[in-house]
């Protein structure tokens, strides 16, 4: 049994569905039934449980033979943080794991470090030292920024105003990768035992600037609005005030104002020499697929 944990979101989805097509039996741990509906599918069952209640983890997780975190807490409601899921949550989840006996695998980031001026990377890095010492077999897949996670956040104004809005300057390079290209490397790492002990990094085909990636989406909508830039002053004072109402507000802000100017380039390529045939989708073949007909319709009007 493949236990998957943030097995509803955009990364998790992706994972169950090609999980279950090579006919494995997957079990996903969500905190609503309700958001596992839609991968409904022979061999794949939903459990309620949540990863930052250590207690509804251990029947999750009985006889899994491999356990897969796919959980975030960047862009959760109030309660939901990279602290309380990335960190505690993580570490949780492994004390079950290892209490099952199963295998661990872990959704990273590239850069991962525990004086990242983020705090998705700092509660990352903790997860990856709390597995290394767990004493159960493990692999780390480290990912570089989500093509889909930013083309969302980029565009949330696209439907309503035709609006691209733009973090900062906007000119720093990033590296981006598909979520659908994640999926394929962790379904390799399910069925391949020897990658156990071993961290692997994955990124795009291209290092972007928000600007470019902006002006993709437009392209990726059919959206021939404008192109904003929302001042690095005005990220400031988001994140230092918007902390207690909004909180996931308040982390893409400080997020932002990171990635436009922390170095976030990075070559994928040796991790695509030593595992030959993962998919590497263009970003805007990602946000093609991802993006509603309802942005392109109101662009082109």
Known sequence: ??????????????????????????????RDLY???????????????????????DPALRGASIVISAVQGFAGPRGVSPTSVDRAGNANLISAAARAGADFVLVSVVGASPAHPMELFRAKHAAEET?????????????????????????RRLPDSGKILVFGRGDNPINFVSATDVAALLSRVVTSPSLRG???????????????????????TGCCGTIGHIPRSVLRTIALTAGQLKPALARQARAALVM????????????????????????LSALTECWPGRARSRGQG
């Open 131 to 155: 597995l290394r010492g767990s004493g159960i077999a493990w692999t780390i897949v480290q990912a570089t920024a989500f093509m889909e996670t930013w083309g969302t956040i980029l565009g």
């Open 35 to 57: 958001r596992a509906a839609h991968l409904a599918a022979p061999g794949v069952e939903a459990i309620c449980g949540d990863v930052r209640d250590r207690a509804s983890l």
């Open 260 to 283: 436009d100017s922390l170095r976030m380039t990075f070559d994928p390529a040796p991790t695509r020499r030593a595992l030959p045939g993962l998919p590497e989708t263009a970003l």
């Open 198 to 220: 071993q961290v692997l990094q994955l990124g795009g085909p291209d290092n972007l600037t928000f600007n470019q990636f902006a002006v993709i989406l437009q392209q990726a």
């Open 1 to 30: 049994m493949i236990v998957v944990a943030g097995g509803t979101g955009m990364l998790g989805s992706r994972l169950v569905n090609g999980l279950a097509g090579q006919g494995l039996a997957v079990r996903v741990v969500t």
